[in-house]
């Protein structure tokens, strides 16, 4: 009886144990694309600096990787402004980007979260740099 009362004590432990580190986990993923977001929000005033207007959503964050080959390009465009590909989102996901943004901000970058799709809340929320 008393090795039961241990077993379930220790199974209750585990559990907690368990799902505060996956809380943890997803808190740390969340933060993580809040700061791919930065960083390609500055790669993005680099570009718009030396080109006078951000890629065109076509052209997408490849532009800051590679000179446009449709309009807009530009001749000032002294890239690369990222070194590696854009990264994907902590869950694996590319991140969409948008010129203009939906809140009408001169461009866009946005992570589904966790699902992948628009919309959500908690691990599943979106994170937007317009917000």
Do not use: H
Not at 77 to 102: M, R, S, V
Request: aromatic content about 10%.
């Amino acid at each position: 009886m008393e090795t039961l009362i241990v077993i379930a004590i220790i199974l209750v432990l585990s559990a907690t144990a368990g799902f505060a580190a996956i809380n943890s986990l997803e808190k740390s993923r969340i933060a993580a694309a809040k700061t791919q977001i930065e960083s390609l929000a500055t790669a993005l005033e680099a570009y718009y600096i030396d080109c006078g207007n951000y890629p065109a959503a076509e052209q997408g964050l490849a532009a800051l990787r590679k000179k446009p080959e449709t309009s807009p390009s530009s001749d000032s465009w002294g890239g690369p402004y990222l070194y590696k590909d854009a990264p994907k989102d902590p869950w694996g996901y590319e991140y969409e980007y948008t010129c203009p943004a939906p809140d009408g901000s001169p461009y866009g970058i946005r992570s589904f979260g966790a699902d992948g799709m628009e919309g959500g809340e908690g691990k599943n929320a979106d994170i937007k740099s317009w917000e």
